[in-house]
């Protein structure tokens, strides 16, 4: 059974930095594409990032050139290093895993087949 944890969140001020990890059990992440997403309070859930198996990349407008998605494939981890946080950015953020196309780079979280349970991140003016 695939399994998905995320780790990583917190609360910081305004301008600071923090890394998301999220490791993969039950298989090897090599054979995902993944994704990042996050939801505010009373908000939609949003896409932030995805990185397919290769490296390509994608970013929602805004969050880039703030966030970083990168893999470890040999540590069957994915991260999301968040820069220059901003209040807007509180949000539970989630991992996904697309199971079928590795070298698929999609927004639509309706592409991902795995979830994780999130992780809080809570950014204070």
């Known amino acids: 059974q695939v399994q998905l944890v995320e780790s990583g969140g917190g609360l910081v001020q305004a301008g600071d930095s923090l890394r998301l990890s999220c490791t993969i059990s039950?298989?090897?992440?090599?054979?995902?594409?993944m994704g990042w997403f996050r939801q505010a309070p009373g908000k939609e859930r949003e896409f932030v990032a995805a990185i397919n198996w290769t490296g390509g990349r994608t970013y929602a407008d805004s969050v880039k050139g703030r966030f970083t998605v990168a893999r470890d494939n040999g540590k069957n981890t994915v991260y999301l290093q968040m820069n220059s946080l901003k209040p807007d950015d509180t949000a539970v953020y989630y991992c996904a895993a697309d199971r079928g196309h590795p070298d698929r780079i999609t927004s639509w979280g309706t592409d991902y087949d795995y979830w994780g349970q999130g992780t809080q991140v809570t950014v204070s003016s």
């Open positions: 039950g298989r090897t992440v090599r054979y995902y594409a």
